[in-house]
């Protein structure tokens, strides 16, 4: 069936040496993160071409990204030790089982030039954010990095939420999925 579209015989002509550069870059590129991770291991040319920080721009962790494992600590510090001064985007949607404090960690560590982060949104069995962030967390956030937007859930106390919802500085850009104010 193949050979019906000539694919068989443009298989057979071209071998994989033999694929434009950009072409190449194109398909790495649209992988998920932890198979980018993988590839830099199939060659010395992937591995420099992996190494360009134009390949971890964007860290996406959504659920419909194609990452095929669990999202660990370690592959997040992996793909951030990769864009360190690049990352502009951090989506951490589908991820499960990452606290607060191992994205405060992160930011601090690699978020010289990112913009955006998506904070995780998993719930627990009755329905509530699972690791919200509190107010604290909010603000040691926003000042690890030159944020433009945080997307998070929040659970703090009636005082802690006003300088969220006045949008006082440091957290003058955030956006809050969920407040949960407790008395």
């Known amino acids: 069936m193949l050979s019906q579209f000539g694919a068989l015989t443009l298989a057979q002509q071209t071998q994989f ?31 420099s071409l992996l190494n360009e920080p134009r390949f971890w721009l964007v860290l996406d962790f959504s659920a419909g990204n194609g990452v095929v494992v669990l999202l660990t600590r370690a592959l997040l510090f992996a793909a951030g030790e990769r864009g360190r001064g690049h990352l502009h985007t951090l989506d951490l ?13 992160f930011v601090a560590a690699h978020g010289q030039s990112l913009r955006t982060v998506t904070a995780p949104t998993t719930r627990d069995y009755c329905g509530r954010p699972s690791y919200p962030f509190s107010a604290d967390q909010v603000t040691r ?18 005082v802690d939420a006003l300088p969220l919802l006045r949008c006082e500085a440091p957290c003058a850009l955030l956006h809050i999925f969920e407040l949960w104010v407790h008395t």
């Open 141 to 158: 956030l926003c000042r690890s990095a030159p944020l433009c937007t945080l997307r998070c859930r929040v659970l703090c106390t009636a």
């Open 17 to 47: 040496g033999e694929l434009p550069l950009d072409f190449v870059a194109l398909v790495l590129m649209r992988l998920p993160v932890d198979a980018r991770l993988r590839a830099r291991e199939v060659s010395r040319g992937w591995c």
């Open 93 to 105: 949607t589908g991820a499960q089982d990452l606290y607060p404090r191992d994205l405060i960690e």
